[in-house]
């Protein structure tokens, strides 16, 4: 069964460094996806991104946030200067135009900021 | 007004008990509602979604929504110790889903 994948599974990081976190969505899904979980706490939509742009963003995802389609398979997420509050589960999600109420989750990335 | 409000638990009941989960939502014009499974630190399973109102069965997973109410539920028959998890209720909306708080579930054997 086609899944959704996520590298790397933890990702530990010092604040105000780079971090990319990348995502293989199914593959013929044409929207993707990006949540956050802080630990705890609900799942948080961050971004949606379908034909090479973003279609909608929450007010999580500011200018240190940006996402990128760098080829015909990964989905990226780029945290430009982190903070210790980015530490987070990060899920990717990826569904078919127009059935956004099938997303499909990958296992997510636990990123640690210290 | 939250978006999704979900009843927090945690929940406990035995082996073959009914389980009834629920949640409210605050936008009528929300149409598509689903619920997701999740197991600690992995990342949410879709379970089944809802279009609009009345129910939907898959086995032993009965989801049900009531529009007039703004109240969506999600019933487990028979349920079983695999069943301990957190369930998440949440809605479509555009290019996004919006998820409640999740309830935690543990059945006991």
């Known amino acids: 069964e086609p899944e959704v994948t996520q590298t790397p599974s933890h990702q530990v990081t010092q604040m105000g460094q780079e971090v990319i976190l990348r995502c293989v969505p199914i593959s013929n899904h044409l929207y993707f996806y990006w949540y956050r979980q802080i630990l705890g706490q609900k799942v948080e939509f961050l971004v949606s991104?379908?034909?090479?742009?973003?279609?909608?963003k929450s007010e999580i995802f500011d200018d240190q946030f940006s996402v990128e389609r760098p080829d015909g398979s990964n989905f990226t997420l780029k945290i430009r200067s982190t903070k210790l509050e980015d530490s987070a589960m990060y899920f990717c999600a990826s569904s078919y135009p127009g059935q956004n109420y099938e997303q499909y989750f990958g296992p997510g990335t636990r990123l640690t900021v210290t | 007004q939250k978006e999704v409000e979900q009843d927090p638990g945690p929940l406990s009941v035995p082996e073959g008990a009914i389980v009834s989960l629920n949640c409210t939502y605050s936008?009528?014009?929300?149409?598509?509602f689903m619920w997701y499974r999740q197991y600690s630190r992995k990342g949410p399973e879709l379970l089944m979604y809802?279009?609009?109102?009345g129910n939907k069965e898959d086995g032993r997973f009965t989801a049900q929504v009531d529009k007039s109410s703004k109240y969506i539920s999600l019933f487990i028959r028979d349920s079983q110790p695999s069943d301990s998890a957190t369930y998440l209720c949440a809605i479509a909306d555009a290019g996004k889903s919006t998820f409640g708080d999740g309830t935690t579930l543990t059945v006991k054997p």
């Open positions: 809802t279009y609009s109102s």
């Open positions: 936008n009528s014009a929300f149409q598509y």
């Open positions: 991104f379908y034909n090479n742009e973003i279609s909608e």
